[in-house]
Nanobody, 122 residues
Framework: QVQLVESGGGLVQAGASLRLSCAAS????????TGWFRQAPGKEREFVAI????????RYTDSVQGRFTISRDNYRNTLYLQMNSLKPEDTATYCC???????????????WGQGTQVTVSS
């Protein structure tokens, strides 16, 4: 099993940057497909970005392509999401997740963090 704890959220203005972190304990993140999902008020949780266990493959939802970058530090056993050019529509609770399948389906992820709030003002 793996335990996940996110940090790095906050309140920023449109156009700013944030870097989210997801610190893992219990098992190395390279054993999993890991990713970031987000949920805005009144909406379903949606896929943002995922990265393979090897780190060689990544995938992004269209709305963040070119603005967000997912990465992982195996030494620190930490997953990151660098978010640039933030927009008000990026406002959501961001959660990291780990699973065994290369999929953007949230239902296939076995382990979740508690989430960190990102609020982008216009």
């Amino acid at each position: 099993q793996v335990q996940l704890v996110e940090s790095g959220g906050g309140l920023v203005q449109a156009g700013a940057s944030l870097r989210l972190s997801c610190a893992a304990s219990g098992r190395t993140l390279s054993s999993y497909v890991t990713g970031w999902f987000r949920q805005a008020p009144g909406k379903e949780r949606e896929f943002v970005a995922i990265i393979s266990g090897s780190g060689a493959d990544t995938r992004y939802t269209d709305s963040v392509q070119g603005r967000f970058t997912i990465s992982r530090d195996n030494y620190r056993n930490t997953l990151y999401l660098q978010m640039n050019s933030l927009k008000p529509e990026d406002t959501a609770t961001y959660c990291c997740a780990a699973g065994f399948a290369w999929t953007v389906s949230r239902d296939r992820y076995n382990y979740w963090g508690q989430g960190t709030q990102v609020t982008v003002s216009s």
